[in-house]
């Protein structure tokens, strides 16, 4: 699988130079729109991230794992993943901190670690696309979407603490 | 977004007012911070992967993708857009490869079809890709190879379920939510003219 991404660049690099591109400057130019894609994304992260922060300090995360973890382990999720899944729909890279310290905590091969890896790699961080997605525009009605989202979060995540019991 | 945003920060100003006032500034500069060094790797990614695209556009050969997407995409968010098509089919791509640079397609989707008026087919690519479907999870399975697992890619038969599921959930309540608006909206309408 690993061979699959430099034989792409491989390919396009080379279809590219037998159309007679400029690859050097149409890279830097993709490369430039990086750049401002990222500069422009940069005040969303600074609001989600110190969201995050404060929910962590606050201590408002902890009051919601105590409050949520008896309807967790009710639809079968282990009390060890009610942090993870609660940070998953906020940030990216949060999560993934949470998942590193669970397979360390827990090893490799358990069944919480393997639980979050499932969970971690079949939800997205619903909350942060959509402040990233509909940053410039003017839709209207964005709570059913997000709401439709997270339902099939958490339905996924019941879905994979039953599965990876069996697989 | 907005009232988590605003209920998040008066809730836990409210409670650190209370148990340590001299976090919560340093909580906040710790975020910002975050989303400096979050910036910086995104850029890392982005700039080679876009770079890449770059390439391929110049030689004509995200047009030749989308060109073969096209039919399938104007049918599913039902659009007219060919600018659209192409971003959203490079989204889609990099979803599925786990390349870690979908967002930018996605968000000249959503530009595009700001101009267009589709605001159904702006959420409907966000639901696709809140639902997170990918055929190769690499990030979680290099991390178990990290961690000594045995079998690192034995997760990758459950996390192709649970997403393939989930994306069919959220789609289904998304598209059958829609119709359901248009109905009564429709009805509406039909009372209005029968009341004139």
Known sequence: ?167 | MNAVFAAVFIASAALLMFAAPDKFLTALMGGARSAATAALTLFCIYAVWMGLAAVAEAGGITRGVARRFAPLCKKIFKTRSDEACEAAAMNLACDLLGAGASTPFAVKAVAAWEKEGNFYAQKLLFIINAAGLQLIPATVTALRAGAGSAAAADIFLPSLICSALSLALSAALFISSERIRQKISERKRAAFRWHF
């Open chain 1, 1 to 167: 699988m690993a061979l699959l991404i430099p034989a792409i660049f491989m390919a396009v690099f080379a279809y590219a130079l037998y159309k007679k591109v400029n690859v050097y400057s149409c890279f830097t130019g993709g490369a430039g729109k990086a750049l401002s894609f990222v500069m422009s994304l940069l005040p969303c992260l600074a609001a989600v991230f110190m969201m995050c922060a404060l929910f962590e300090e606050s201590g408002l995360s902890a009051m919601l794992i105590k409050f949520l973890s008896p309807a967790f382990s009710f639809l079968g999720i282990p009390e060890e993943l009610t942090k993870l899944i609660l940070i998953k729909p906020l940030s990216g890279s949060g999560s993934l901190a949470y998942l590193t310290q669970t397979i360390a905590e827990y090893g490799a091969d358990s069944y919480i670690s393997r639980c979050a890896c499932v969970c971690y790699g079949s939800s997205e961080t619903v909350f942060y696309i959509s402040a990233v997605y509909f940053a410039g525009t003017k839709t209207k009605g964005l709570l059913l979407p997000i709401g439709i989202s997270l339902l099939s979060s958490l339905f996924a995540t019941v879905l994979a603490c039953a599965l990876c019991r069996v697989i």
